[in-house]
C-alpha cells in the first residue's frame, strides 16, 4: 500500500486527487475540483488515463498545473532497499554534534543520554576527520542553548517579514506545575501555505488571574515583535483568559465590541488596578469554536434529551448499559477477550474533556448487531439492550456525525483557516435539517442543535471578519451561501474592503465649460464655472469590481489562485491568519506531556521549555541533519 501511495504521488496531476481505497491492482480516488466531493473515480495502479480524461472533460476550463518534484521530499524518502551503517565514511564533528542533538531532541531522550556508555561506545565508532570529542551533560547543554539560540533569532527574522500573524493561548497543567502556552500561525506570502510555530510554553506561578495572563501573552508578544502584527490571539471560552482580553483591549475595539456583546458589570476596583498597568495591550480575541461545539454536544443536547418526556427515559436507560458494557469491558481481561471473540474488535474508552470520545463508543456499539449484542450482555451478565434503545442509539449516532466532522475540520492545522468557520457551521446546520426525516425516537433533537448553534454562534454568524476570511478562501469563496440576496451582500462588502486597500490620489476636480451667453458679462460665467465643478471619473472602482468579479467566477479551489488577485489575497492573508480553535496549542501541551515525564521531573523549567520548543519547531537544527551522513 505505501508502495502505491508513492507511486500515485509521482504522477505529475496526482495532486488533484486524493486517495481513497487500494484494492487488488485498482486505485479508488476522489477528485478535488469536484465541489460535490463525493464521486469516486477507479484507475488502475499502472495508468492514470481515465483521471486525466476526468480532467479535461469535466474540468476544461481548469488549467492544469503539474506538480513540481519536491527535492527535499524525495531526499528524506526511505531508500527501497536498507541501508547498511558505513562506518568508514569520515564526517566532522559538527555533524556528529548535529545528529547526537537531533536524536536526542526529536526522540525527547534525557540530556543525560550523552553520558550513557553504550551510547559513548555506539558514538565512538564513528570516524571522524579529527579524534572524536564526546559532549558531557553541561557541554551538550551549552549546545542546545546556542542551537536554541539560533532558532529564536530565525524565528524573529521569519516574523519581521510578515504584515499578519495570529497566536493561539491556554494553559496546562501537569505535575503541579502550570505552564502557558502560545503558538503562533501565519501564511507564507509567497507560497500561500499554513505555517507554524511554538513561541512559549512558560511556567506560571500562582494564581491564573486575569492580569497575570495578560502581561504574559503581552511579553510573549513583545519579545518575537507581534505587538502590532497580531490579527487575533485564540483560546478557550475560559473566564480568566476572556476578562484578560475585555480589560486590555485598545479603545478603538472596545467601543467596537460594546455593540455585540452583552453588558457586564465590572468592579470599579479593578479597572483602577488596570489603568496603572501601562503599555499592556492584547490583540482582538477569539473563542474557540470547537469548545462552542463541544457544549453544544455535551451541554446542550443532553439538556434536551433530558427535559423532553419521549426521550428522557430511553436516553438515561440506553446510556447505562452503553456505559455498564463498555466498564466491563475495560476493567475485566475476561470480559475484553469475549468481546474481542464475538465481534473481533475491543470497546473504546470516552475521554472525559472530548466529546468525540463518548460519540465513539457508542458508534462501535451500534456496529455490532443486535443477536451479538444479546449475547455479550447475557454472558457478562448485564441488561440487554433492548430494540428501541438499540434504535435510540442509531438515531443519536445519526444525527450526532456531522457535529464529529465539523469538530475533526475545525481542529485542523496545515489547511484550516479562519474562514473554514462560517462554512463549516452553515453546512453542518443544513445537514441536521436533513436527518429529520428518517427520525422516529429523536425528531426534535436536529432542530434543537441548529437553534443551539444559532444562539452560541450568534455574532460570529453576523461578523464581517469572518465573512470576508470564508469569501477570500478559493475552495469556498459564495459557494456556501444558499440565499441570493446574501451573496449580493457579501460581494459588495467584498468591493468595499478591497477599495480599503487600494491607495488613491485626493479626488481631482474638474471645472464643467458652461458656454459663455454673448449678454453674459466674462465675471458671471467664471462663477457658473467654479459653482459647477465635479470629481473625475475613478477608474479604481471599475478595476476592483472586475477583480472581484474575475476571482468569484474562476473554478480554482487552491490557494495559488490568489496570486493572480493581489487585492484578495491581501485580505485573505489577514483574516484567515487565525485558526478556528485552540486545537494546535493543546497539541502543543500533548507533546509536553511526553517530554516532561514522572521520571524527568527535576528537569528545569527553561529546559523544559526549550526542548518543547524545538522539538514542535522541528528547526534547522533537526532540519540539517537529514544529510550529515549522505
Known amino acids: 500500500m505505501e508502495k502505491t501511495r508513492t507511486s500515485f504521488s509521482k504522477w505529475k496531476y496526482a495532486h488533484y486527487f486524493t486517495l481513497v481505497e487500494h484494492k487488488d491492482k485498482n486505485l479508488s480516488v476522489k477528485c478535488k475540483l469536484c465541489l460535490s466531493g463525493s464521486k469516486v473515480l477507479s484507475t488502475a495502479i499502472n495508468s492514470n488515463s481515465n483521471l486525466l480524461k476526468h480532467l479535461q472533460k469535466l474540468h476544461a476550463t481548469t488549467k492544469l498545473e503539474a506538480k513540481p518534484v519536491d527535492t527535499l521530499e524525495v531526499s528524506q524518502a526511505p531508500p527501497a532497499k536498507q541501508q547498511r551503517l558505513d562506518f568508514n565514511r569520515i564526517v566532522s564533528q559538527g555533524q556528529i554534534n548535529k545528529a547526537i542533538a537531533r536524536y536526542v531532541v526529536e526522540n525527547m531522550q534525557p540530556v543525560s543520554t550523552v553520558e550513557s556508555p553504550a551510547f559513548r561506545q555506539l558514538v565512538s565508532m564513528i570516524t571522524c576527520s579529527g579524534d572524536t570529542q564526546q559532549m558531557g551533560r553541561k557541554t551538550f547543554s551549552n549546545y542546545l542553548d546556542k542551537e536554541y539560540s539560533k532558532m529564536e533569532s530565525e524565528l524573529k527574522t521569519t516574523f519581521e517579514g510578515l504584515d499578519y500573524i495570529a497566536t493561539t493561548a491556554d494553559i496546562w497543567s501537569a505535575h503541579n506545575k502550570s505552564f502557558l502556552g502560545m503558538t503562533a500561525h501565519w501564511i507564507n506570502t509567497a507560497t500561500l501555505q499554513r505555517q507554524k510555530a511554538a513561541l512559549a510554553c512558560k511556567r506560571i506561578k500562582g494564581r491564573h488571574t486575569y492580569d497575570v495572563i495578560a502581561a504574559e501573552i503581552d511579553h510573549i508578544h513583545s519579545l518575537y515583535g507581534l505587538s502590532t502584527k497580531v490579527t487575533a490571539t485564540v483560546t478557550d471560552k475560559g473566564s480568566n483568559f476572556v476578562k484578560a482580553f475585555q480589560m486590555y483591549q485598545p479603545e478603538s475595539l472596545s467601543d467596537d465590541d460594546d455593540d455585540n456583546e452583552e453588558v457586564t458589570f465590572t468592579n470599579v476596583a479593578d479597572v483602577l488596578d488596570t489603568s496603572t498597568e501601562e503599555g499592556i495591550v492584547l490583540p482582538p480575541h477569539l473563542r474557540c469554536a470547537s469548545h462552542t461545539l463541544n457544549l453544544i454536544s455535551c451541554s446542550d443536547v443532553e439538556k434536551w434529551l433530558l427535559s423532553n418526556p419521549g426521550t428522557k427515559g430511553i436516553y438515561r436507560s440506553a446510556t447505562a448499559k452503553c456505559t455498564a458494557l463498555r466498564s466491563k469491558a475495560s476493567r475485566s481481561t475476561l470480559a475484553s477477550e469475549l468481546v474481542g471473540d464475538v465481534v473481533g474488535k475491543k470497546l473504546l474508552v470516552p475521554c472525559s474533556t472530548r466529546w468525540n470520545s463518548f460519540y465513539d463508543v457508542v458508534a462501535r456499539i451500534v456496529e455490532i448487531p443486535m443477536t451479538d449484542l444479546s449475547t455479550i450482555s447475557n454472558r457478562l451478565e448485564l441488561k440487554c439492550i433492548g430494540e428501541r434503545e438499540f434504535q435510540f442509539l442509531r438515531e443519536y449516532c445519526a444525527i450526532m456525525k456531522p457535529l464529529t466532522v465539523a469538530l475533526d475540520i475545525l481542529q485542523g492545522e496545515e489547511n484550516c483557516y479562519y474562514g473554514t468557520l462560517l462554512p463549516t457551521i452553515e453546512v453542518l446546520m443544513s445537514k441536521l435539517l436533513e436527518i429529520k426525516e428518517g427520525l422516529i425516537i429523536a425528531t426534535g433533537l436536529p432542530d434543537a442543535i441548529v437553534q443551539a448553534i444559532k444562539t ?142 514522572p521520571k524527568r521531573n527535576k528537569l528545569s523549567d527553561q529546559r523544559f521549555e526549550r526542548l518543547l520548543l524545538m522539538r514542535y519547531n522541528h528547526w534547522s537544527l533537526l532540519v540539517s541533519t537529514f544529510c550529515c551522513f549522505k
Open 456 to 597: 452560541r454562534f450568534a455574532s460570529i454568524l453576523e461578523s464581517n471578519d469572518a465573512i470576508l476570511a470564508a469569501v477570500t478562501l478559493p475552495m469556498f469563496k459564495l459557494r456556501w451561501l444558499r440565499d441570493q440576496r446574501k451573496k449580493e451582500m457579501v460581494k459588495g462588502m467584498l468591493a468595499e474592503e478591497c477599495h480599503k486597500l487600494i491607495p488613491r490620489s485626493g479626488p481631482v476636480q474638474q471645472a464643467v465649460k458652461m458656454p459663455v451667453s454673448p449678454t453674459t458679462p466674462d465675471s458671471s460665467s467664471c462663477n457658473v464655472q467654479d459653482f459647477f465643478c465635479f470629481e473625475e471619473a475613478d477608474d479604481t472602482f471599475s478595476t476592483v469590481e472586475t477583480e472581484v468579479m474575475t476571482y468569484l467566477r474562476t473554478a480554482e479551489t487552491g490557494m495559488e489562485i490568489l496570486k493572480q488577485f493581489p487585492t484578495i489575497k491581501e485580505i485573505s492573508l489577514k483574516k484567515n491568519a487565525a485558526t478556528p480553535s485552540s486545537a494546535p496549542v493543546e497539541r502543543l501541551f500533548s507533546l509536553g506531556s511526553l517530554v516532561l515525564s
